[in-house]
């Protein structure tokens, strides 16, 4: 029997409220806020993904699904979703757009990972991306968009971590820092913390570890080697969420698992869980765009998992409103009368009311309790008598109860 691909799956009908109501909060937030919606390719030319997100990280080196076409171009699944939306930025000239250009994205993403419970190879993932200002108003807008995002779907019990990395200027005192304190502890460090140290030494800050974890408690912190332009970016965002009301943590072990981040990190957990399950988070990467060939624009924006919302939503016991369903059955006996069953039902269809028809040669009592399954709330049946005068006969689903309804008024008793 064929099974959809490890880590994989379908999404059945009876989960798709779910994803109709997150993608719905997430359209209305992102109108609220002035963000317009973007969708590029499922793949793109893997050197975008290599580039951008960095050769040293776990992505890049065990994560890509990377193939050559039958023309020879390399190509990698989208692994995640900020590079695509700057290639679009530069190849459609949406610098010459009023700045910042602001774009969401509901995407599936694909990462060769080992699948367990909210981390699967293919997951869904809603952003946003502000490009082309570096006022940190606009970190804070970002952070409230998503913050905001997780209110409306009713979310509680999260927390925003929050750091700042510094930027091509200061990052480099800030890692010639971090490598001399983590050499005099080499001994102790697993054996992964041994080779990020000589190749993405931030990448120690969050391994999770217990022993790494200990060191890396102790270890530099980069606010505490900022230059003085990150330092005060970092405090005018602070004093923005403070304006907007949003509780966060300054946490110095927050770095992110890809390279192109500067300046502004963050993150959103649920409290009770912590790091292991986190539900979203993005940044500042105002090198990014320079990187794939634009001109220096800076830029930040955020990802946030859809399965993962789903996970949380069940576990605070939220659930989705039901999808609009077809409230009227159509039941028949006799070939006569499922002939007049199906122009009925193509009448009332084209007046707007849903409807399911009866199919194949069923029992009434087979008809009806088929209606019951659908929760439906009429069930309209039609017989020879019907037939000859022009009625049918409308079941109340709730109380049982039955009545003769000239068809001629049958969309009318049906509102
Ligand atoms: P990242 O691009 O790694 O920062 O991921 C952004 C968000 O996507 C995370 O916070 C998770 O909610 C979600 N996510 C990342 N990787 C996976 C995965 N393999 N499976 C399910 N969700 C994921």
Redesign the pocket.
Known sequence: MYQAPR?TSDILPEEQPFWRYIEQKAVNICQLYGYERIDSPAFEDADIFIRTIGEETD?VEKEMYTFEDRGGNKLTLR????APVCRAYIEHGLHNLPQPVKLYYITP?F?Y?R?QA????????F?CEAIGDADPALDAEVIDVAWRFFASLGLRQLSLQLNSIGCKQCRPQYLTALKDYYAKYHRDLCPDCKTRLKRNPLRLLDCKKPGCQQLANLAPKSIDHLCPQCAEHFDRLKRYLGLLEIPFEVNHRLV???DYYTRTVF??QPEAEGAQ??????GRYDDLIEELGGKPTPALG????????ILNLKKQGISAPPLPQPQVFIAYIGDDARVEAIKLAARLRQAGTGVIEAIGNKSLKAQLRQANTLNVRHTVIIGEDEIKTSTVILRDMTTGEQKTVPVSELSESLK
Request: positive net charge; charged residues 25%.
């Open positions: 880590g992505i692994p995640e979703g900020t993403i990462r990972e699948p909210g981390r699967y190879r293919q997951h869904y993932q952003g992110r698992g890809l993150e959103i399950n986190t539900l979203g988070g993005g955020f990802a946030i998992g859809i399965e993962r919302i």
